[in-house]
């Protein structure tokens, strides 16, 4: 079994900034993939960025030129570097990683969601 734990979220003014952390921990023997997502209520889970196990970057226009996606393999924690916020990026973040586990094979697993509100 796979857990995600998510920190950093919390309420900024305007054009200030935030770092998210996730952690994963279990038995995990491969992760392929990490990624940040949202969601606001009534709206569907958006793709924010996503970075694989190769190194490279995906990211939703909406986030380019704003947000870092990097991770540490040593300390399987993926992070995201939030600049120039809005109101606009008020929403759940969500973590999500694909991991292979020491007993089954790629799954996806997501944190419970960290809560990022842009005051206007």
């Known amino acids: 079994q796979v857990q995600l734990v998510e920190s950093g979220g919390g309420l900024v003014q305007p054009g200030g900034s935030l770092r998210l952390s996730c952690v994963a921990s279990?038995?995990?023997?491969?992760?392929?993939?990490m990624g940040w997502y949202r969601q606001t209520p009534g709206k569907q889970r958006e793709l924010v960025a996503t970075?694989?196990?190769?190194?490279?970057?995906n990211y939703a226009d909406s986030a380019k030129g704003r947000f870092t996606i990097s991770s540490d393999s040593a300390k399987k924690t993926v992070y995201l570097q939030m600049n120039s916020l809005n109101p606009e990026d008020t929403a759940v973040y969500y973590c999500?990683?694909?991991?292979?586990?020491?007993?089954?094979?790629?799954?996806?697993?997501w944190g419970q969601g960290t809560q990022v509100t842009v005051s206007s």
């Open positions: 999500r990683d694909v991991i292979t586990t020491v007993s089954l094979g790629a799954l996806e697993y």
């Open positions: 970075i694989a196990s190769g190194g490279s970057t």
């Open positions: 279990g038995s995990i023997y491969r992760i392929h993939t």
